[in-house]
C-alpha cells in the first residue's frame, strides 16, 4: 500500500469500504462451505482493521470539530458490528443463522457507510471543511493499518484469528 495509492485519510477509507462491499459480494455468491468461511474471516479482517484505524486514529481527529452526534453514532454502529464480527468468527458456515448473520453485518455495514459517505451532511463532508490535515492523518493510519496487516499474516490469516486484531465484544 503506497501513500500516493490513496490522496488522503478518507480516500483510504473510502477504498476499504469497497473492498469490504466487494467481499460481501463475493460471499453472496459463494457457496462452498470452505469458500464462504475463507470470504467470512477476510470480512471479518478487513472491518477489525478498519475499525481499529477509525477508532484510534481517525474519529479522535475530528471529536469537536465535527457534530458529536454523527462520531457517538458511528461508535455505536462499531460496537453492534463488532458482536457480529465475533460471532461470525466463532461460527461455521455450517452453523445455524451464519449466513444470516453475514448479511446482517453487510446491511450494517452498508448502513455506517451511507453515513459517513453521505454529501454534504455525512461524517466524511462534515470531516473535509474542518482544519485537519488529512494528508498527515492518512500516513498515520495506513502506518497502523499496514502494521495490523502484517500481524494478521504473521499469525497465518485467514485461518488463523490473531489475537492482536481481536475486537473485544460491545
Do not use: W
Not at 462491499?21 to 455468491?29: M, Q, S
Not at 461470525?88 to 451464519?98: K, L, T
Not at 463532508?125 to 502484517?150: F, N, P
Request: hydrophobic share 40%.
Amino acid at each position: 500500500m503506497a501513500k500516493d495509492e490513496y490522496s488522503d485519510a478518507i480516500a483510504l477509507l473510502k477504498a476499504d469500504h469497497r473492498t469490504v462491499e466487494d467481499l460481501f459480494e463475493a460471499y453472496e455468491k459463494a457457496t462452498a462451505t470452505a469458500r464462504k468461511r475463507d470470504i467470512a474471516q477476510n470480512i471479518c479482517l478487513e472491518l477489525k482493521i478498519h475499525t481499529m484505524i477509525e477508532e484510534e486514529i481517525f474519529y479522535p481527529a475530528f471529536r469537536g470539530k465535527i457534530e458529536d452526534d454523527t462520531l457517538d453514532e458511528a461508535y455505536v454502529e462499531h460496537d453492534g458490528a463488532k458482536l457480529l464480527v465475533n460471532d461470525i468468527e466463532a461460527g461455521s458456515p455450517d452453523d445455524d443463522f451464519y449466513d444470516a448473520k453475514v448479511t446482517v453485518l453487510s446491511e450494517e455495514i452498508k448502513h455506517h457507510v451511507h453515513e459517513e459517505e453521505m454529501p454534504s451532511k455525512g461524517m466524511f463532508a462534515q470531516c473535509r471543511r474542518t482544519d485537519v490535515d488529512l494528508v498527515a492523518l492518512r500516513d498515520q493510519m495506513l502506518a497502523r493499518k499496514t502494521e495490523l496487516m502484517a500481524q494478521a499474516k504473521a499469525s497465518g490469516l485467514p485461518a488463523a484469528k490473531p489475537s492482536v486484531v481481536n475486537l473485544i465484544a460491545a
